[in-house]
């Protein structure tokens, strides 16, 4: 692992700690997801405070659009007004302006702040204003989105490149989607699939109540793990879980986890992490962000003043080359 600067051995130590301290439950069934709730470390809500990206924009507390000194796909401008650091999630869907667009790592706003942020594109065939801010998507995008995206974010990371996705990947993870659900969309948008699928998705996320200290989950859909997040408050995740329980609900609809690597023991999955190559890069906004690779798994950490505030794991897919359907359109906006 390269050395980025001192202290880095101890941001490790923070994660391995907590990994070790943290419970992961029994597997129970809600409809074709088993999910096993993780429980955190001893003190249930840390003195860090900050509010959540639905949260801030209830309040109006939070703005995002496109950049002021001209839109980019892969770049947008966060504002946070308010006296609090505001907190992103990798994977949240942002719906309107020039085109839908996804965030492509966890990201702590700091207070009074405007930030540039990375995203991907979830509509390839859209590039004018329905708005000018961003809304939230009613849920995550697919983790089979997040799992290309984040194995990609961490390759541009590894060579010095930003944040950045490979977004051809992610347009064909879309149109795969597309292709299994049977319904292409006008502009190519994730979340007009979705859409289609809302009532489901809720009576799927209907039986779900997060249990008191609850922080995360494993989630295995139809047998295998798919994968793992976690929240560094019981207080965040009940905020947050079914907007991105919603995501992996979406899938387990479909099975769009056929091509994943096979695992499907809690302990096999938590041991794929624990021998995970890993490299630190400077966050976006406050804190550190860890990223985690290994021969079946991929993620991601973000660590600030010694808590580990968000966590997202995914299995991989197996490497079966580039997919292309009759659906597959090669977009090609000048941008």
Not at 138 to 158: A, D, H, M, N, P
Request: charged share 30%; proline share 3%; hydrophobic share 35%.
């Amino acid at each position: 692992m390269r050395k980025k600067w001192k202290g880095v051995e101890e941001l490790i130590d923070t994660f391995s700690l907590f990994l070790s301290q943290i419970q992961v439950g029994e597997f129970e069934s809600l409809r074709d997801l088993s999910l096993a709730p993780i429980f955190g470390v001893d003190d249930p809500d840390p003195g860090l405070n900050y509010l959540t990206l639905d949260e801030a924009m209830e309040k109006g507390l939070l703005k995002i659009r496109e950049k002021e000194e001209g839109a980019e796909v892969s770049e947008l401008l966060a504002e946070n007004l308010g006296d609090l650091p505001v907190l992103i999630l990798d994977g949240e869907e942002l719906i309107g302006a020039k085109q839908n667009r996804t965030l492509n790592t966890t990201i702590l706003l700091k207070e009074k702040s405007k930030t540039i942020i990375p995203v991907s594109c979830t509509e390839a065939g859209r590039w004018h204003h329905k708005s000018t801010f961003f809304a939230k998507s009613e849920f995550f995008v697919s983790s089979r989105i997040r799992e290309e995206k984040v194995k990609t974010v961490t390759q541009s990371l590894k060579e010095k490149r930003g944040f950045r996705s490979n977004q051809g990947g992610i347009w064909g993870r879309i149109d795969q989607i597309a292709w299994e659900t049977g319904f292409r969309p006008e502009t190519g948008a994730f979340r007009d699939i979705a859409s289609r699928q809302i009532q489901e998705i809720k009576d799927h996320l209907e039986g779900f109540l997060p249990k008191q200290g609850q922080t995360g989950f494993m989630v295995k859909i139809r047998g295998k793990i798919v994968g793992m997040e976690f929240l560094s408050s019981p207080r965040a995740f009940s905020k947050l879980c079914h907007r991105i329980l919603g995501g992996f609900a979406f899938d387990s609809l479909f099975n769009l986890t056929n091509g994943i690597f096979r695992i499907y023991s809690r302990k096999s999955f938590l041991d794929q992490i624990k021998k995970s190559k890993v490299e630190i890069f400077n966050s976006v906004g406050y804190g550190k962000d860890l990223r985690l690779w290994g021969e079946k798994i991929v993620g991601s950490s973000l660590i600030y003043n010694g808590l580990v505030i968000h966590g997202v794991f995914f299995t991989k897919s197996e490497d079966r080359g580039v997919f292309r359907t009759p659906y597959f359109v090669d977009y090609s906006l000048g941008r």
